[in-house]
């Protein structure tokens, strides 16, 4: 048996990945789950083959857990690693870059869309999947997507589309693509930038696409090694894009700020005087070479993954605004709170659109940010215990941006256990707290579907 200490952070503790899959009925709940809860939580993240390490965290295979609540009752759970061409017995060389868009380990997030399930990772094509986490295939939207997909897709609450991109490490590094509310991809437009970098997430507002191009960049030297082949590269330089919604537009202005790297943006939005608001978790350069080197990044030229340099603090991110003024081409930055935090969430049906609170992940709780009062709360977990991020789902009657639940999967730090939390968005108070009966190891991304969707 191996020294449980011996592992790299990413498979051990509450990382450590489970090693079957399982379906149990009747889950045991504490407290009282809504009953317009009514739909699956699913939710993403790596889970690599007992025994595997890829290297890095963000390269293990894909696993879903889902979670059915309805009529007041958590009725099942299940886990299922996504049906890859790598895990059905195609083993794919990633020093190949994708070439082959099927090669990725779908790990990332899962989103429905014009009534498709897809997970997904940046660095290939979506997988389509049941609402029950029976892999299908991977999904092209009917030929017409020829670059990879973001796993960060963005839903206008409003219209109904789907904007996405796809990165590339060769021309076009960028594409930015456009699916109709009904599914049908349209749009498809190259996007300049000088090189390819780790672009991870992006933006909307009701008019605007907004780029975050970051100097994280591919680097073909540590192509091969396993892992993942980036490195800060500060002299990539850091700017922000805009770029007008309206079809067929690829001009981009561009926005000169300080390095940083940015994985998720929490919301943007067009203000009353027409600035456009972007609000994320911003990492500077000791912040990213920590957090990276957890994960098993490396660190910079020759510098050893997995050993961040003496002296360095924690990884530390923090949620950060840049309010960007289209009339002087100037770009204001201003950190929002000074926690650590990570997986930033909003109201959903806010997005692109002026929004009071975002939700965050910081330490060992999770965290209510008030926008407009400049003030934030917190729920602690307690215990050893962790959350995942929290899914914001408006109640069936709400009106309030607040008004709602947040879903949020729970992990132990010894991995023995795992729970769904659902607390009340308004006041961070437990609502209900569901029992899994397997533990659920730290993750990445998930959705709420709502509605019974086909039988389990
Ligand atoms: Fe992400």
Redesign the pocket.
Known sequence: MSDETTLPLYLRGRFAPVPEEHSAADLTVRGSLPPDLDGRYLRNGPNPLPGEDKGHWFTGSGMLHGIRLGRGRAEWYRNRWVRTRELEGHPFVRRDFSIDLTATPAN??VIRHAGTVLALCEVGLPYWVTPSLETVGPYDFAGRLKTAMT??PKEDPVTGELHLFGTGFAPPCLTYHRVTAEGLLLDSRPIDVPGPTMM??FAITEHHIVWMDLPVVFDPALAGRGGMPYRWDETYGARLGLMSRTPGSTDVRWYEIDPCYV??VGNAYEDAQGRIVLDVVRYDNAGFRNAWSDIGGTTGPGGPAGVPEPGHPQAHAVLHRWTLDTATGRVTESPLDDRDAEFPTHNETLTGRPNRYLYTVSGDGIVKHDLTRHTSHVYETPGARHAGEAVFVPAADGTGEDEGWLLSLISDDDGEAGELLVLDAADLSVQAEVELPYPVPSG??GSWLPGPGPAA
């Open positions: 990332t997030h796993a960060h991870h997430d994985f998720h990445f991304h």
